[in-house]
């Protein structure tokens, strides 16, 4: 049984900066791309950031490139996401996900999803 486990998050002041964390059990951690996306208030969830399975690969939204940083330890099966120069519209609840198959960005193509985690910037 797949799970993934999410940590880390909190509330910071607009320029600040926070962490993820998300633990994954019940897969060979190593062959799967692993993402995260983040779901605002009131909007549909959308793709952040993602990493390879070797981690030689990262892909970011045009909204968080520059500011936001995926990795991953495969020896901790444990997938990463620093978070620099928050904004007010960072806010969002922010799930990892184990990627199946396609591109990266849209949800559909990731079959396992975190419990979420909330993160709000103030300004």
């Known amino acids: 049984q797949v799970q993934l486990v999410g940590s880390g998050g909190g509330r910071v002041r607009a320029g600040g900066s926070l962490g993820l964390s998300c633990s994954a059990s019940?897969?060979?951690?190593?062959?799967?791309?692993m993402a995260w996306f983040r779901q605002p208030p009131g909007k549909e969830r959308e793709f952040v950031a993602v990493?390879?399975?070797?981690?030689?690969?990262?892909y970011y939204a045009d909204s968080v490139k520059g500011r936001f940083a995926i990795s991953r330890d495969n020896a901790k099966n444990t997938v990463y996401l620093r978070m620099n120069s928050l904004r007010p519209e960072d806010t969002a609840l922010y799930f990892c996900?184990?990627?199946?198959?396609?591109?990266?960005?849209?949800?559909?193509?990731?079959?396992?999803w975190g419990q979420g985690t909330q993160v709000t910037v103030s300004s």
């Open positions: 990493i390879t399975g070797n981690g030689d690969s990262t």
């Open positions: 019940g897969l060979t951690f190593s062959t799967n791309a």
């Open positions: 996900a184990v990627h199946y198959s396609g591109v990266y960005d849209t949800t559909r193509n990731y079959n396992y």
